[in-house]
C-alpha cells in the first residue's frame, strides 16, 4: 500500500513537469502551427546552461535564474527569427524536419560545450524527506510539482486577461482574421517561442534538480510528445490532465511490470502509449477533431 | 521529362526509356565501368563506397515513403535495425545461407513498417512523426533487452555474406553486392514513381481526401508505401550487419533517422536522383569530418574543446539540415537540374 502511495505520489509530480514542458509544445502548435520536435533538445541544452551559471560561473541561485530565462527568452527569439521564420506558410513536413535538424544542431552544441556526460545542479529545494501517509516522498518532487501548477495558473490567467495573452489565443484560432485586425502575427510566433523555451528552462532546471543532468533529459522531452499526443494536440487543459497519467502510467508501470517484462519498461511506456491512442483515439482526449474539406 | 532540343519521340517505348540519348548512354556505360572496375583503384575509399552504398538503399526506401507517398517517418534507422537482427539470427542462430536471411530482412522490416504505419490511415504530419519515432524507440528497447535472442548491449558478431559457396569477405567483394543492389533499388525505384502505384502515393502526397475521392484506397496504397520503404530499409539493415560484421543496439540511433530525412531533404524530395545525392553528400561529410577535419585540428597547436570531436559532426549536420531547408528546399537533385538545362542551352542562355 506504501508502495502504490509512492509511486502514485512521485508519478503525479513529475507528471505535472510533463505537462509544463509540454505546455510549450502546445503553445507553439496553436499559434503558429509549427510541431516543435526539439523540445527535449531545448530542455537538455537549457538545464546546461543552468548549470554553466551556477556552478561553472558560480552566480547566486536568484541571479542564475533571472540570467537562465533571459538566455531562455532570447534563444526563443532566435529560433523563431532566424529558423522558422523564412518557413512560414511551408509545408507541415518541411516544419516538423527543420526543428529535427534543430534538434541535431542543439544536440551537437550541448556535447561541444560540455562534454561530461553527467552533471548535478546545486541543491535548489531542501532535502528533507516529508510524510504522506505510509510514503516518503523527497520534497524536490513536491516543488516541481507546486511550481508546475503556479505557471499553469499564471498562463491560463496571461492568456485570459492579457491583451498579448489573448492576441495569441485569437492567433491560434484564425491567423488571417487576426492579421486583419492589424494584429502583428509574426511578434505572436516570437512570443510563442519564447513561451515554449521558457517553459522548457523551467521544466529542465525542476527535472534535473530531481535526477541530476543527462542525456535523459531529451527522453524528458519525447515524453511531452505523448503528453501531448494524448491530451490533444491545441488543448492547454489536455496537457495539464495528461502530463500526470503519463507520470502515473510510467511510475506504475516501472514498479509493477518491470517483474514480469525487462528492466527499463518505464523508457517505452509513453511510447507505447502514443500507439495505442493512435490506434483507438488520434486526437487524444480534449484535441479538437480536425475536419477536412477538399 | 525534358529532353535535349533535337529529340524526339515517335513511339510510346521512346517517351518511356529512361536511357534516350547517345550521350545518355555514353555516360551509362562509363559509369558502369567506373563501378565495376572500382576496387582496382579506389583503394581506401571502397568502405567508403560501400558505406554510402547502404545508405543510399535506406535512403530510396525512405524517399518513397517520405518523398513521393508524403508520409513521414522518423523510425527509419529503427526499420534497419529490425532488418540487420532478422538477418544476423537467420544466418548465425539458424544457420540459413545469406540470401535467404537478406530478403527475409527485408519482408520482416516492411512488416514491422507495415504495424507502425497503421496509425496514418487515421492522422498525418506530426503524430505520423511521433508514431514512427515512438516506433524507433520501441524496437530498439525490445532489441536491448530480449537479451537471449539479440545479444542485447553486447551485440552480436556477423559473419560475412556468402552466396553459394563464394564468401565475401573484403570491400572489394562485397562493393559489387551492395553496388548491384543498390542500382537495382534505384532502377526499381524509378520505374515505381511512373507506376499506377507510385502515382497513387503522389497522389496521396499531394492531397489525400481528393485522392480518395478519385478511387484511391488510402489504407491499401499507404501501407503498401510503408511496407516498400521499411523493405528497402530491412535490406540496408541485413547488408550493414553482414558488412560491419558487428551489430548491437547502439548502432541504430534516433539521430541516424533524422540524418536519413535530412538526406532525401538534402538531395531533394521526390526524386530519384535526390536519395543518391542527399546520401553521398552526407556520406563524405562524415567521412572527411572524422577522418581529416578533425585529426588535422586536433594534431595542430589549436587548443580544442574536449567535445569538440563528438559534438561538431552533430552540428554540422544539423545546421545543414536547417540550411537546405531555408535556402534549396528542393534539394540537390533541382540544382541538377538546373544544371542540365543550362549546359543543354549553353551558349545561348534562352
Same mark, same amino acid.
Given at each position: 500500500?506504501?508502495?502504490? *502511495?509512492?509511486?502514485? +505520489?512521485? =508519478? /503525479?509530480? @513529475?507528471?505535472?513537469?510533463? $505537462?509544463?514542458? %509540454?505546455?510549450?509544445?502546445? #503553445?507553439?502548435?496553436?499559434?503558429?502551427?509549427?510541431?516543435?520536435?526539439?523540445?527535449?533538445?531545448?530542455?537538455?541544452?537549457?538545464?546546461?546552461?543552468?548549470?554553466?551559471?551556477?556552478?561553472?560561473?558560480?552566480?547566486?541561485?536568484?541571479?542564475?535564474?533571472?540570467?537562465?530565462?533571459?538566455?531562455?527568452?532570447?534563444?526563443?527569439?532566435?529560433?523563431?527569427?532566424?529558423?522558422?521564420?523564412?518557413?512560414?506558410?511551408?509545408?507541415?513536413?518541411?516544419?516538423?524536419?527543420?526543428?529535427?535538424? *534543430?534538434?541535431?544542431? +542543439?544536440? =551537437? /552544441?550541448? @556535447?561541444?560545450?560540455?562534454? $561530461?556526460?553527467? %552533471?548535478?545542479?546545486?541543491? #535548489?529545494?531542501?532535502?528533507?524527506?516529508?510524510?504522506?501517509?505510509?510514503?516518503?516522498?523527497?520534497?524536490?518532487?513536491?516543488?516541481?510539482?507546486?511550481?508546475?501548477?503556479?505557471?499553469?495558473?499564471?498562463?491560463?490567467?496571461?492568456?485570459?486577461?492579457?491583451?498579448?495573452?489573448?492576441?495569441?489565443?485569437?492567433?491560434?484560432?484564425?491567423?488571417?482574421?487576426?492579421?486583419?485586425?492589424?494584429?502583428?502575427?509574426?511578434?505572436?510566433?516570437?512570443?510563442?517561442?519564447?513561451?515554449?523555451?521558457? *517553459?522548457?528552462?523551467?521544466?529542465?532546471? /525542476?527535472?534535473?534538480?530531481?535526477?541530476?543532468?543527462?542525456?535523459?533529459?531529451?527522453?524528458?522531452?519525447?515524453?511531452?510528445?505523448?503528453?501531448?499526443?494524448?491530451?490533444?494536440?491545441?488543448?492547454?487543459?489536455?496537457?495539464?490532465?495528461?502530463?500526470?497519467?503519463?507520470?502515473?502510467?510510467?511510475?506504475?508501470?516501472?514498479?509493477?511490470?518491470?517483474?514480469?517484462?525487462?528492466?527499463?519498461?518505464?523508457?517505452?511506456?509513453?511510447?507505447?502509449?502514443?500507439?495505442?491512442?493512435?490506434?483507438?483515439?488520434?486526437?487524444?482526449?480534449?484535441?479538437?477533431?480536425?475536419?477536412?474539406?477538399? | 521529362?525534358?529532353?535535349?532540343?533535337?529529340?524526339?519521340?515517335?513511339?510510346?517505348?521512346?517517351?518511356?526509356?529512361?536511357?534516350?540519348?547517345?550521350?545518355?548512354?555514353?555516360?551509362?556505360?562509363?559509369?558502369?565501368?567506373?563501378?565495376?572496375?572500382?576496387?582496382?583503384?579506389?583503394?581506401?575509399?571502397?568502405?567508403?563506397?560501400?558505406?554510402?552504398?547502404?545508405?543510399?538503399?535506406?535512403?530510396?526506401?525512405?524517399?518513397?515513403?517520405?518523398?513521393?507517398?508524403?508520409?513521414?517517418?522518423?523510425?527509419?534507422?529503427?526499420?534497419?535495425?529490425?532488418?540487420?537482427?532478422?538477418?544476423?539470427?537467420?544466418?548465425?542462430?539458424?544457420?540459413?545461407?545469406?540470401?535467404?536471411?537478406?530478403?527475409?530482412?527485408?519482408?520482416?522490416?516492411?512488416?514491422?513498417?507495415?504495424?507502425?504505419?497503421?496509425?496514418?490511415?487515421?492522422?498525418?504530419?506530426?503524430?505520423?512523426?511521433?508514431?514512427?519515432?515512438?516506433?524507433?524507440?520501441?524496437?530498439?528497447?525490445?532489441?536491448?533487452?530480449?537479451?537471449?535472442?539479440?545479444?542485447?548491449?553486447?551485440?552480436?558478431?556477423?559473419?560475412?555474406?556468402?552466396?553459394?559457396?563464394?564468401?565475401?569477405?573484403?570491400?572489394?567483394?562485397?562493393?559489387?553486392?551492395?553496388?548491384?543492389?543498390?542500382?537495382?533499388?534505384?532502377?526499381?525505384?524509378?520505374?515505381?514513381?511512373?507506376?499506377?502505384?507510385?502515382?497513387?502515393?503522389?497522389?496521396?502526397?499531394?492531397?489525400?481526401?481528393?485522392?480518395?475521392?478519385?478511387?484511391?484506397?488510402?489504407?491499401?496504397?499507404?501501407?503498401?508505401?510503408?511496407?516498400?520503404?521499411?523493405?528497402?530499409?530491412?535490406?540496408?539493415?541485413?547488408?550493414?550487419?553482414?558488412?560491419?560484421?558487428?551489430?548491437?543496439?547502439?548502432?541504430?540511433?534516433?539521430?541516424?533517422?533524422?540524418?536519413?530525412?535530412?538526406?532525401?531533404?538534402?538531395?531533394?524530395?521526390?526524386?530519384?536522383?535526390?536519395?543518391?545525392?542527399?546520401?553521398?553528400?552526407?556520406?563524405?561529410?562524415?567521412?572527411?569530418?572524422?577522418?581529416?577535419?578533425?585529426?588535422?585540428?586536433?594534431?595542430?597547436?589549436?587548443?580544442?574543446?574536449?567535445?569538440?570531436?563528438?559534438?561538431?559532426?552533430?552540428?554540422?549536420?544539423?545546421?545543414?539540415?536547417?540550411?537546405?531547408?531555408?535556402?534549396?528546399?528542393?534539394?540537390?537533385?533541382?540544382?541538377?537540374?538546373?544544371?542540365?538545362?543550362?549546359?543543354?542551352?549553353?551558349?545561348?542562355?534562352?
Amino acid at each position: 500500500m506504501a508502495e502504490l *502511495l509512492q509511486f502514485t +505520489i512521485t =508519478g /503525479l509530480t @513529475v507528471g505535472m513537469v510533463y $505537462a509544463l514542458i %509540454a505546455l510549450g509544445f502546445v #503553445l507553439v502548435w496553436k499559434s503558429s502551427g509549427v510541431a516543435n520536435l526539439a523540445l527535449g533538445q531545448l530542455v537538455l541544452l537549457s538545464s546546461w546552461f543552468t548549470y554553466g551559471m551556477l556552478v561553472q560561473a558560480g552566480l547566486p541561485i536568484w541571479a542564475g535564474f533571472i540570467v537562465v530565462i533571459i538566455f531562455a527568452v532570447l534563444l526563443g527569439w532566435l529560433i523563431e527569427r532566424f529558423i522558422l521564420r523564412p518557413l512560414i506558410a511551408q509545408p507541415i513536413l518541411s516544419l516538423i524536419t527543420i526543428t529535427l535538424g *534543430l534538434a541535431y544542431f +542543439i544536440e =551537437g /552544441l550541448v @556535447v561541444f560545450i560540455w562534454p $561530461a556526460s553527467v %552533471a548535478a545542479l546545486p541543491r #535548489l529545494f531542501p532535502v528533507e524527506p516529508f510524510h504522506i501517509g505510509p510514503a516518503v516522498v523527497s520534497q524536490q518532487y513536491l516543488w516541481a510539482a507546486i511550481i508546475s501548477l503556479a505557471l499553469f495558473g499564471l498562463l491560463s490567467l496571461f492568456f485570459r486577461y492579457h491583451r498579448m495573452g489573448i492576441a495569441m489565443r485569437a492567433t491560434a484560432d484564425d491567423q488571417r482574421a487576426v492579421q486583419a485586425c492589424g494584429i502583428p502575427v509574426t511578434r505572436i510566433f516570437s512570443r510563442s517561442w519564447m513561451f515554449a523555451c521558457v *517553459l522548457a528552462a523551467v521544466g529542465g532546471v /525542476l527535472m534535473s534538480s530531481i535526477g541530476g543532468i543527462t542525456f535523459g533529459l531529451v527522453g524528458t522531452g519525447l515524453k511531452a510528445f505523448s503528453v501531448v499526443i494524448l491530451g490533444g494536440l491545441d488543448s492547454f487543459l489536455g496537457a495539464m490532465i495528461a502530463g500526470p497519467i503519463i507520470g502515473l502510467a510510467e511510475n506504475l508501470g516501472e514498479g509493477y511490470l518491470t517483474p514480469l517484462t525487462w528492466p527499463g519498461v518505464r523508457e517505452v511506456i509513453p511510447f507505447i502509449i502514443i500507439i495505442i491512442v493512435m490506434f483507438v483515439k488520434p486526437y487524444g482526449l480534449f484535441g479538437e477533431e480536425r475536419i477536412e474539406r477538399i | 521529362m525534358d529532353l535535349p532540343a533535337g529529340t524526339r519521340n515517335y513511339t510510346y517505348a521512346q517517351d518511356m526509356a529512361i536511357f534516350r540519348t547517345k550521350t545518355h548512354w555514353t555516360l551509362l556505360i562509363g559509369l558502369l565501368v567506373v563501378l565495376c572496375t572500382a576496387p582496382l583503384w579506389w583503394g581506401n575509399w571502397l568502405s567508403v563506397a560501400n558505406l554510402i552504398g547502404i545508405t543510399i538503399i535506406a535512403a530510396t526506401g525512405l524517399n518513397i515513403l517520405t518523398g513521393y507517398c508524403g508520409q513521414l517517418s522518423i523510425g527509419h534507422a529503427g526499420f534497419m535495425a529490425v532488418g540487420a537482427y532478422t538477418s544476423a539470427i537467420l544466418t548465425e542462430r539458424l544457420g540459413l545461407p545469406f540470401p535467404v536471411g537478406l530478403i527475409s530482412a527485408g519482408v520482416a522490416a516492411g512488416l514491422v513498417g507495415m504495424i507502425f504505419g497503421m496509425p496514418s490511415l487515421r492522422v498525418k504530419g506530426f503524430y505520423l512523426a511521433i508514431a514512427t519515432i515512438a516506433a524507433q524507440f520501441i524496437i530498439i528497447w525490445v532489441i536491448k533487452h530480449w537479451t537471449d535472442v539479440t545479444g542485447g548491449h553486447m551485440g552480436m558478431s556477423v559473419s560475412a555474406p556468402a552466396l553459394g559457396g563464394l564468401v565475401l569477405k573484403s570491400n572489394a567483394s562485397q562493393f559489387y553486392l551492395i553496388g548491384s543492389i543498390a542500382v537495382l533499388s534505384i532502377f526499381f525505384a524509378k520505374n515505381l514513381a511512373r507506376t499506377r502505384v507510385g502515382r497513387a502515393f503522389v497522389a496521396i502526397r499531394d492531397n489525400d481526401l481528393a485522392a480518395e475521392v478519385m478511387g484511391i484506397n488510402l489504407f491499401r496504397y499507404k501501407l503498401i508505401a510503408f511496407f516498400i520503404g521499411c523493405f528497402f530499409a530491412g535490406i540496408a539493415g541485413s547488408l550493414f550487419a553482414h558488412w560491419a560484421r558487428f551489430i548491437s543496439d547502439e548502432f541504430f540511433p534516433l539521430t541516424d533517422s533524422i540524418l536519413y530525412i535530412g538526406m532525401i531533404i538534402i538531395g531533394g524530395l521526390g526524386t530519384t536522383t535526390g536519395p543518391i545525392f542527399g546520401a553521398i553528400f552526407i556520406g563524405l561529410i562524415k567521412h572527411s569530418l572524422t577522418h581529416y577535419l578533425v585529426p588535422t585540428l586536433e594534431s595542430s597547436a589549436i587548443a580544442l574543446p574536449a567535445g569538440f570531436a563528438s559534438g561538431l559532426a552533430p552540428m554540422v549536420f544539423g545546421l545543414i539540415i536547417i540550411l537546405f531547408l531555408i535556402l534549396e528546399p528542393r534539394g540537390l537533385a533541382h540544382r541538377w537540374q538546373l544544371f542540365k538545362a543550362a549546359y543543354r542551352l549553353w551558349p545561348f542562355s534562352y
